[in-house]
């Protein structure tokens, strides 16, 4: 419900221009505080802009197409699985979260006292107003389609982290393959954030599975937890429990 409200204030900004929070709450029968909340949400992810009381639609620029597509992809999945993963968290844990859709989806739902640290722009503007969370920001090049931060500036802001849980994506799971990227770059940060995480889970939906792009960074063994939707096929779930990785469902 809350992305297809936040999709709703996208619309309703895109056609008027700008509203103001009364407006849009009055619009969509929620509270003033529901709106400002998605209103932070959508400006974290350079969708419009807020001013005092209002929001303004932001036209999108073409390198943000790609990244607006693929959050609109499986959205009630992609929330459910973000649930799921974010429920893993214990207070006080120490945390990296990957850049990715479904990794922003665990964003939203972390509702624990805890420290993240994160190489995602929209992630960090997400968590960077969440009472209790402690939000650090690595450094790099910024990647216009994704807004991930990479290279090796971002791979030093992992050194030295000791993280409890690594909630990491992928844009390819094999089962023979691992998991692979279409970019160099930002297979060398996923390497970075498995060196510094005590436990790593793979939050993905299930249309990734036998899905390999051209370069591997991680094979099985490094993975603890799969999060997943319901769409795995069983044989596969057995093959990822007999090679050790828990799987979890939603």
Not at 37 to 56: F, P, T, V, Y
Not at 68 to 76: F, H, K, P
Not at 144 to 149: K, M, N
Request: aromatic share 4%; net charge negative.
């Amino acid at each position: 419900m809350t992305n297809e409200r936040q999709e709703g204030i996208r619309l309703l900004l895109q056609e008027h221009g700008h509203l103001t929070v009364n407006e849009l709450a009055t619009i969509l029968g929620v509270s003033e505080m529901t709106i400002r909340r998605d209103l932070r949400h959508l400006s974290a992810l350079g969708l419009i802009q807020r001013e005092h009381g209002k929001a303004l639609y932001l036209e999108p620029q073409p390198q943000d197409a790609l990244f607006l597509a693929r959050l609109g992809e499986a959205e009630r999945e992609k929330a459910a699985i973000g649930a799921k993963a974010a429920a893993l968290i214990a207070e006080g844990d120490s945390v990296i979260l990957d850049a990715g859709t479904t990794t922003l989806a665990v964003a939203q739902a972390i509702t624990q006292k805890c420290v993240v640290i994160t190489n995602s722009l929209p992630i960090a503007g997400i968590l960077g107003e969440r009472e209790g969370v402690t939000v650090l920001v690595t450094g790099g090049e910024l990647r216009g389609t994704t807004y991930a931060l990479v290279g090796p500036l971002t791979r030093s802001g992992f050194t030295n982290f000791n993280a409890n849980k690594l909630f990491l994506g992928a844009t390819g799971v094999d089962l023979e393959r691992g998991l692979s990227t279409a970019n160099m770059l930002e297979s060398e940060v996923k390497q970075s954030m498995i060196e510094a995480a005590r436990e790593v889970i793979l939050v993905v939906h299930s249309k990734k599975i036998g899905e390999v792009y051209y370069h591997t960074f991680a094979q099985w063994d490094h993975i603890h937890k799969l999060v997943t939707d319901s769409g795995l096929p069983e044989e596969t779930r057995q093959a990822l429990e007999a090679l050790g990785v828990e799987v979890l469902l939603v």
